[in-house]
């Protein structure tokens, strides 16, 4: 089963960026479908967006569509998360997610 670790959470002020990352222990994650999670205080997971193999199409929830990119580089093993004008709604533990794989997530907090 791949292992995965997410980095790149913190506290940012509303308007302001972050770029998460997530990092993948086998190569085969290269052949992987990969999706980022959220889960806001109180509140259950929710999908962010997906990445299919090669990057070449992308799924974003309404939410984030226009702010959020989601990304890879599958000669490193990553997929990463750019996100722009944060809201304070956007607060939460972000998660990767393949197959039935999860990472350990990483918080993301936006102060208004």
């Known amino acids: 089963q791949v292992q995965l670790v997410e980095s790149g959470g913190g506290l940012v002020q509303a308007g302001g960026s972050l770029r998460l990352s997530c990092a993948a222990s086998?190569?085969?994650?290269?052949?992987?479908?990969i999706r980022w999670f959220r889960q806001p205080p109180g509140k259950e997971r929710e999908f962010v967006a997906s990445?299919?193999?090669?990057?070449?199409?992308?799924v974003y929830a309404d939410s984030v569509k226009g702010r959020f990119t989601i990304s890879r580089d599958n000669a490193k093993n990553m997929v990463y998360l750019q996100m722009n004008s944060l809201k304070p709604e956007d607060t939460a533990v972000y998660y990767c997610?393949?197959?039935?794989?999860w990472g350990q997530g990483t918080q993301v907090t936006v102060s208004s």
């Open positions: 997610n393949t197959r039935s794989s």
């Open positions: 990445i299919n193999w090669s990057g070449g199409s992308t």
């Open positions: 086998e190569r085969t994650f290269s052949s992987y479908h």
